[in-house]
């Protein structure tokens, strides 16, 4: 998508080019003065899209609904660009202009932020994963104008840059994630992560087989052994200012969750592809450092397995000795995320990590706490309240959960140091943290985001497009650079 960005008056004949010219309007607006055009309520409800085709040769147009003043924010701007982009390019055009401003002052939306949500928003709303239909849909917009009311449009170009690598890192994390289960095997992500950053400033090690034997990797093996494919831990290190303390990013990167022998069932497991969440949010928010040469001193580690039942899987009552020796009852081999895991954890406080961040589509009882829009963060309180305001932000929300000492006892095995799961049916997320943080050393500030609830959308709505939805590339991303910046 070629993007330019122009002043108002500067460049007529590329304004006139443009198939489609849009509109921003807001509720209580009654007249769009520029073209004399009577509102009517719905045109400025958020999201919506009015068609004003042109007749006798005059240019299309569209209004894009904004909503209510008081509630305007850039995550609304990027939900109505990314409706936009949507509409648009569902209609044929091939190229559109938008007007970028705001009919009234909003404090919350500079002219910086108006554009680069816009972009980003915009990106995001056009994404399809329709690679396996015989008829793909034409990605046919590739030109959008943004129209500036700024006396230096020119200066935004970094801002555009950056909010399309945003958009690129997401879209990365998107397309990977809705891979079906046939082509997104643990081999063929490690192939793909080994690609994306070969010749980039990072070092990949890979381990498998005997490696993972050596440092007693014993859950992702437990985990992976009854599949034909063997799992892997990825560790991808990006330093450019080795001054900075180590932070590590855990992903759980399950490519296919079929529940092992605990087999899960159901009319269409399909979804189950989408348990390498975690690890496509790391993959993606470090893509997007690489591309901006972010200053950071950060370990990625991704865990990687698909859990299968099969006659060499791993069958309940079995257990798993840790490298920190804790030994692991599994009573159920659907809560798998965590066994993989704890192995990445110890592999961060092995590398010396001083901070550790992990992510992972870990439990559906997240969703039953919070539903579908905002994921589940536990621990470091400092860490959690920061990625909670850096969510607020940028559209990857997330909302803080406890840690209760006493609950610990849920995790009780008769014969193992503890159980995979709870005893009680009730506070599944929560106990899967504590489960976690049981491999995690004292002195390491500790956060666990659970997104199995934010992972996928059910629809196209805003800037999301039915299926993955990228959830924590960008907040992962903002979090290294505030981490970075503020040291
Ligand atoms: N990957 C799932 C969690 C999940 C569920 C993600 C729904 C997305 C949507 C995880 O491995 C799992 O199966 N967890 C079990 C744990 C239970 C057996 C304690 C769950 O949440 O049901
Ligand atoms: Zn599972
Ligand atoms: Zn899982």
Redesign the pocket.
Known sequence: MNITITGRDSDTVAVDNAEIILHLVMDGEDTLSKLDFELKPAMTSIGKITFLYGVRGEQHRALVGLGTLAKLDVEQLRRAAGCAARAISREGYRSAAVHLNLSTNVERVTPESLVEAWVEGWLLGGYTFDKYKQHPREQVIDKLLLISESNDPQSFNPLIARSVSRAESTMLARDWCNEPANVMTPSHLVEQVQQLFAERNVETRVFQGEELVHFGMNGLLAVGQGSRHQPALVELTYVTDPSLPLLALVG?G?TF?M?GM?M?TGRDLS??R??M?GACAVIGALDYLVCNEARANVVALIAIAD?VPGSGALLPSSTVRYANGLTVQVS?T????RLILADALLHAERLGADEIIDI??????V?HALGLRVAGVWGDRSCTEKLHSLGELNGDRVWPMPLIDDDEDLLRSDYADLS???SSAYG??N??ALFLRRFVDDSIRWTHIDM??T??SPADRGYEAAGATGFGVRLLADYVIHYSTNR
Do not use: C, P
Not at 334 to 337: F, N, R, S, V
Not at 360 to 365: Q, Y
């Open positions: 759980k399950m969750d529940g605990n899960k979804e189950a989408f348990d969440g859990n159920n659907d809560a798998e995320g992972a589509t870990l439990t559906g009882s969703g995979n799961i709870s599944g997320a106990a899967a199995a609830n992972v996928q």
